[in-house]
């Protein structure tokens, strides 16, 4: 099967791009069962990034996947569900980083396909592990453009998807050292989208950082784009994952309140205090108005739940990171500017 794989592997990927749901389905069991064979690590073969020639998959490639995926399906997918938690190794590794050269290449598949993609491997597969790798692939990931989306991609996923509501649950309590280090890797990457490192302050309850996130955004260049993520962060804020947060988030008397929902300024870290004014910020603004008076508030919050694993996270050091990443953005989008209008200008300075 080894000596195969350098072949079938890039037809796999292609054939993700086919209008077919159920063959993408196939072919991402198919790719899940390859990348979980741990024996695989040990394999010499190196598959090149695949062929973008055509985005299309004639019908012979889509032949091979569903067949191989029909008669390996059952006994490898039952085998890949009793290992429970899937070993990272080299092909693994490699795996995804050709699907994520594959998103660079073909940027309507990640808009189309990619949570459906990402989903299902994380069914598949270990949703830790594929979350943690991705991080450190996005770390390297030279198109600081396609990185932020990216970024942004598997921040709404992993908010939304119920597929990876333990990964949730595993993030939001930062119990282990486990999850302490899954945090600050994916913070590391999250750097690239400014919303999506807020997001997930919010949701490993995070508080306080958040708030210097916030505060933050006020060196941050306001475009549409950031202001579409900014209103979809105030609408998820109004969902059930947010529950517990926004709670928490209420106004209350400041000695009542969790701590870490102060900003640094002494002021309550609230979602109806980020632009842009929409309907769903009017509707989020209209409702914390309703909120009873803070001395009627004061005996509904509980103690603040100790986690000492989480005050061991060095904030300053990710803060410092978060910095950088956002200040290589800058310098990407001004590279790119001037290289447009150089291009713009050439023509005729040759003439």
Not at 43 to 55: E, G, H, R
Not at 237 to 252: G, M, N, Q, R, Y
Not at 301 to 327: K, M, W, Y
């Amino acid at each position: 099967m080894c000596r195969y794989l350098e072949e079938l592997f890039p037809v796999l990927l292609r054939t993700l791009s086919d209008p077919s749901d159920e063959v993408v389905l196939l072919v991402i069991e198919v790719l899940a069962q390859i990348a979980s064979t741990s024996n695989h690590s040990h394999a010499s073969t190196s598959f090149s990034p695949p062929t973008t020639a055509s985005t299309t998959t004639s019908s012979a490639s889509t032949a091979i996947a569903v067949s191989l995926s029909t008669s390996s399906s059952s006994t490898a997918l039952q085998g890949s569900q009793e290992e429970g938690k899937t070993n990272v190794d080299e092909y693994f590794t490699r795996f995804l980083q050709n699907l994520l050269h594959l998103f660079t290449t073909q940027r309507n598949l990640l808009e189309d396909r990619g949570p459906l993609i990402i989903r299902q491997l994380c069914v598949m597969l270990s949703a830790e592990d594929i979350y943690r790798t991705l991080a450190e692939l996005l770390q390297e990931e030279e198109d600081l453009i396609f990185a932020s989306k990216m970024v942004q991609t598997l921040s709404s996923i992993l908010l939304t998807s119920k597929e990876l509501f333990s990964l949730r649950i595993q993030l939001k309590d930062l119990a282990t050292p486990e999850s302490c280090e899954l945090f600050v890797k994916l913070y590391r990457s999250w750097s690239h989208n400014p919303v999506a490192s807020l997001t997930l302050c919010l949701l490993t309850q995070n508080y306080t950082h958040a708030a210097t996130l916030v505060h933050a955004f006020g060196d941050i260049e306001v475009t549409a784009d950031f202001l579409v993520e900014v209103d979809k962060l105030v609408q998820l804020v109004e969902s059930p994952i947010f529950t517990c947060e926004f709670l928490k988030l209420l106004p209350a008397a400041p000695a009542s309140r969790p701590r870490g929902t102060l900003g640094p300024g002494g002021d309550p870290v609230r979602p109806a205090h980020a632009p842009p004014q929409t309907k769903a910020f009017t509707m989020l603004h209209d409702r914390l108005d309703c909120v009873p008076p803070a001395h009627l508030l004061k005996h509904t919050h509980s103690r603040p739940q100790q986690r000492h694993l989480a005050s061991n996270i060095d904030f300053g050091d990710l803060l410092a990171h978060f910095n950088t990443v956002q200040e290589k953005h800058r310098h990407y989008k001004h590279q790119k500017i001037k290289q447009k209008l150089q291009s713009n200008v050439d023509p005729f300075t040759r003439s």
